[in-house]
Each structure stands twice: as C-alpha cells, then as structure tokens.
C-alpha cells in the first residue's frame, strides 16, 4: 500500500531564517508531486506540483521554491521566511494516470516569529 | 479567480439533521473529488465521480454530479457529531493537470 510522510508536523522559525519541508511517498513510482498551503481551516492553495524528478511547476510567485530530487522525494524550501509564509503546509501524491485523486500528508504547521 | 466556489462557508447543525453542501463553477471538470479534513490533519479522500449525472453514496453521505460536470453536491442523512469538519470539494479539468480546491464548507454537527 501506498503512504506518504511528510515532516515536521510542526515548526516555528524566526523571520528571516530558511525553511526546508520533506515529504516522501512509498509505495508507488512515478507520482505526482503536490505542495498546498492552507490558510486558518480554509481551502487549499495549490503552491508547486511535479510530475516528474526536476519538474517542477509553480502556481504562485512566491518566497518559496519546490525541488524534486529523487522519484519520491518533494521538498520545499526558502532561503528567508517572512511572517506571511506562517500556515498549514500539506504535501500529497496523485497516480500518474488516470484520475488525479489527492492523497495527503499529515501537514505541517508553520509558525515564522 | 476561485475555480471551485463551495456553499455554505459553515454549517452549524443538530444532530439528526439533514443538510446539503454545494460545490459550483463555471468550468467542466473531467473529474470531482470531496475530501473531509479534521483539524490539524491532512485531508482525506471521500468519494470520486467522473459521469455527468452520476450519483454515489456512502452510507449517510449521498454525492452527485451535475450532468455538465461543472457543479456537485454533497447531501447528508442524520447528521452525526463524527461528520463534523472541513468538507471541500476538488477539481480535475484536465487529464495532468493539478486539482483545483474549493473553499469548503465548515460542518459542526452537535449532540
């Protein structure tokens, strides 16, 4: 069966500091790869996907940035936090055909002082 | 620019009650997903419908498709404390791309 990890489940971090969010999938070759954010109990903001190793598409211009080193492996990073990247940062797979059905991790809960 | 406009924002019920949450767009999607997020949690996976039309339940819970593929609903039956929590609606326009996510709709259901 498939799993996703994803870490840490929460984080706080001063301004100006770097971020960096892990998120593996077992189970399954060739995901693709999402990075959500999600504001105080409310929708998801679609923030990166892959479809692939070094594929990488951004939806938002933003202070973050999304590598995709290994297969399974999605990471999100920033080089400076600002107060405004604080929320609830989600990762989750979709098979890579057919019907993109989301499966997510437990998230993680950014706090930037 | 929201793809997915879902209806009510919160939804305070009792329990026993019947509701219906709604999930619309001026958009066709090939697919629509409902997903229920308890909090502090990932969300989870509910149900997947494809056929304009297409009806699916489960148990309490009864989703359909509009048959332009470009709305759903989300009914359910005698509401139960347990259904509680951040329902939200998805969307595939297209075959590849990524899901587009509703708002959602708040649900407290008390005893």
């Known amino acids: 069966s498939q799993t996703i990890h994803q870490w840490p489940a929460t984080l706080v971090q001063p301004v100006g500091s770097p971020l960096s969010l892990e998120c593996t999938v077992e189970g399954t070759s060739n995901p693709n790869l999402y990075w959500y954010r999600q504001a105080a109990g409310r929708g998801l903001q679609l923030l990166f996907y892959s479809v692939g190793i070094g594929q990488i598409s951004s939806e938002v211009p933003q202070n973050l940035s999304a590598s995709r080193p290994q297969d399974r492996q999605f990471i999100l990073s920033s080089k400076k936090l600002l107060l405004s990247d604080s929320g609830f940062y989600l990762c989750?797979?979709?098979?890579?055909?057919?019907?993109?059905?989301?499966?997510f991790g437990q998230g993680t809960r950014l706090t930037v002082v | 620019t929201q793809l997915l406009e879902q209806s009510p924002q919160f939804l305070s019920i009792q329990e026993g009650e019947n509701l219906t949450v709604y999930c619309n767009s001026s958009?066709?999607?090939?697919?629509l997903q409902w997903y229920r997020q308890e909090p502090g949690e990932g969300p989870v996976l509910l149900v997947t419908?494809?056929?304009?039309?297409e009806v699916k339940k489960l148990k309490r819970l009864t989703f359909q498709f509009g048959d332009a593929r470009k709305d759903s609903s989300l009914h359910i039956t005698a509401a139960q404390p347990g259904d509680t929590g951040l329902y939200l609606c998805?969307?595939?326009?297209?075959?590849?791309?990524?899901?587009?996510f509703g708002k959602g709709t708040s649900l407290l259901v008390t005893p």
């Open positions: 419908v494809v056929t304009g039309g």
């Open positions: 989750a797979w979709s098979r890579p055909t057919g019907i993109a059905e989301a499966f």
């Open positions: 958009s066709v999607f090939s697919s």
């Open positions: 998805a969307g595939e326009r297209h075959s590849g791309y990524a899901l587009n």
